[in-house]
Each structure stands twice: as structure tokens, then as C-alpha cells.
């Protein structure tokens, strides 16, 4: 899972990344971000790795990519921008840790920032379109109907990933490079902040607080539990072999997803999943006591995998 970090200069997006990588990493080419694998400590994979006692534990992993800041008048550079729109996810990067950085005001920046950019990039596709149906080189369709309505929402600043679409209209999107289009959380660093918060509020953006320069392991950890949220992202358990693993999904995917995760061979060959609760597991200490008790379900291909479901994939392959 890769998370973008945009912010202005000054928002402190390398100081996060170091606290939580516990190395500082900084590129110094204003077009090239400095990408870090950052592993997850966490404490419900020590409680199930203590029962099973497995030879190798493994934490999920997270990739920070610290996009290089800019000045708030200046704006982020389009190259930047696309590398941002190849991230699974977005994360705005506002600072509240001292008077005279006001987060709020960048998160309004930002946020205007992504929308303008946006609306300008579809007027243009629009315009390229409409030339191209003039001339007989393209067949109006029902895609020029459903930018007009993009751009309608843009125009009421609001970001398209709040647009109910289909699968396909969403990978349309996608095609285009539309950054409002990708899923954007918020990350305050320094202090806690209600004029923030309800700017998130205000624009639907899930939120996380980090005083990178003030942190500690129980700190971290209250930290990874909001940052998962505001991203949309649970975290399931396998327990294979001589190994315990820790895995992130998007909330609402399928067993067969998870499936996914683990091997694209494991989800082709898929038979069933066995899943119980981690407070289950760890009450009772294995998946027959669990099953003995009724509290092991066998979930099909469309099963909804919850946070700290613990499961075990049955597969041809």
C-alpha cells in the first residue's frame, strides 16, 4: 500500500517519516520523492504470535512517498502531481504546532489547490473532445455526459472520489489522471486542532494526529490505529505454517481480495475461508476451540473482511 504526503514546506512530512521509519530520509531533487518502507508495529500481531509462537512474525508495511513541499503560493509542479495520482491513497500534510502555521488555511490551500487542478485538466479534455466529434474523429458517447457531471461537482469544490460511480466510471477516471478521483485522508502534525478538524469535517476528509517531534512506541501505535482509519484500511491475520502475518486491505473487500493479498494463485484455486475474531482467537487460543464454540465462520468468495479478522484461505492452489 502506498500513501502519497502532500503538504506546503515547513508541514513536516520528513520529520513524520523519520519518527515513524525511526531514519531520516530526504531527497533532495524537488521532483523526486523520497520513498520509505515503513513496517507497522502493532500490538494485536504479538498477542496472536505469543499463543501460536510461529518461527517468523511479519508486520504489514506501508510505503511513504514524502512528496517534496512547496511554497503555498507557488503551488505543487504537474509532475508532481502525477506522481501522486500513481498512489493508492493521498495524504494532505498540515502542520499545528505553532502559532504561526496556520494548518487549517493550508488544508483549505490544498484542498482548492487539487479541485482547480482538476477542473482545469477536464475543461481541456472536454475541449479536445468536442474538437474531435466536430472533425469526425471521435463518436460522442456517454463519457462526455459523465464529465460534464465531474465537473459540475468540482465546480461545488467537492472532490470526485465523493461521486458514487461504478467500476468502470471509476477506472475512467483513472485513465485520466484526476487526483480528486484517488481516496485523501488528512495527517495534523503537532498538536491536536478543532479548526482542522472541522475542516476535515467540512471537506469528508478522515483525520490522524502525529507530534512527530515528540513521539514514543504507545504514541506510534495510537497513531497507526487512526492513520489505518482516516485511510480506509483494516488489517487481517494469517496463521501458515511457521508464519504469522499482519496484511492491509481496503474496508468492505471480500475474503476473495484477501485471498488476493496473500497470492494471486491462492485467490484463483479458492475454495473457502475460515475466519474468527481476533478477541475469539485470542479467548480461546486456536480455530477448533473456536469452531467447537460456533464462533468460526466459513465465509464464501463475497464474505466482508472486518478489522482483525483472523483468517485461514482453503484453495485448490
Given amino acids: 500500500m502506498k500513501v502519497a504526503l502532500l503538504g506546503y514546506s515547513g508541514s513536516g512530512k520528513t520529520t513524520i517519516v523519520a ?49 517534496k513541499g512547496v511554497q503555498e503560493s507557488t503551488g505543487f509542479d504537474e509532475k508532481l502531481i502525477e506522481i501522486a495520482v500513481l498512489q493508492d491513497r493521498i495524504a494532505f500534510v498540515v502542520p499545528s504546532f505553532s502559532a504561526e502555521k496556520k494548518g487549517a488555511s ?12 482538476d477542473q482545469e485538466r477536464i475543461k481541456n479534455i472536454l475541449e479536445k473532445r468536442r474538437d474531435e466529434i466536430l472533425h469526425g474523429k471521435r463518436k460522442k458517447g456517454m463519457e462526455e455526459d459523465f464529465l460534464k457531471k465531474c465537473l459540475s461537482m468540482l465546480e461545488q469544490e467537492k472532490f470526485l472520489s465523493s461521486l458514487e460511480m461504478d467500476s468502470q466510471q471509476k477506472s475512467f477516471l483513472g485513465s485520466l489522471g484526476l487526483i480528486t478521483a484517488k481516496k485523501f485522508f488528512v495527517i495534523v502534525n503537532g498538536k491536536s486542532d478543532p479548526e482542522i ?21 504507545h504514541q506510534i501505535d495510537l497513531f497507526w490505529n487512526q492513520f489505518l482509519k482516516a485511510a ?36 484463483a484455486g479458492f475454495v473457502r475461508a475460515d475466519v474468527v475474531k481476533f478477541e475469539d482467537f485470542t479467548a480461546l487460543g486456536s480455530f ?30
Fill in 106 to 117: 493550508e488544508l483549505g490551500s490544498l484542498y482548492l489547490e487539487m479541485i482547480y487542478r
Fill in 197 to 217: 478538524g472541522n475542516s476535515c469535517q467540512m471537506y469528508n476528509l478522515g483525520f490522524c494526529q502525529i507530534d512527530a517531534e515528540n513521539v514514543d512506541n
Fill in 19 to 67: 519518527a515513524l521509519s525511526g531514519k531520516r530520509h530526504e531527497s533532495f531533487d524537488p521532483l523526486k520523492p523520497a520513498v520509505v518502507n515503513v513496517k507497522i508495529h502493532e500490538s494485536r500481531l504479538k498477542t496472536i504470535a505469543d499463543i501460536v509462537k510461529p518461527q517468523k512474525t511479519t508486520e504489514a508495511e506501508i510505503t511513504l512517498v514524502d512528496m
Fill in 232 to 267: 480506509g484500511l483494516i488489517r487481517f491475520y494469517t496463521i501458515l505454517g511457521k508464519e504469522t502475518r499482519c496484511w492491509l486491505l481496503p474496508e468492505g473487500s471480500t475474503v476473495l481480495d484477501a485471498a488476493a493479498t496473500i497470492h494471486t494463485d491462492i485467490a
Fill in 288 to 317: 477448533s476451540a473456536c469452531r467447537e464454540k460456533g464462533l468460526l465462520r466459513s465465509e464464501s468468495k463475497t464474505g466482508i473482511v472486518n478489522d482483525g479478522d483472523i483468517i485461514h484461505i482453503h484453495s485448490t492452489r
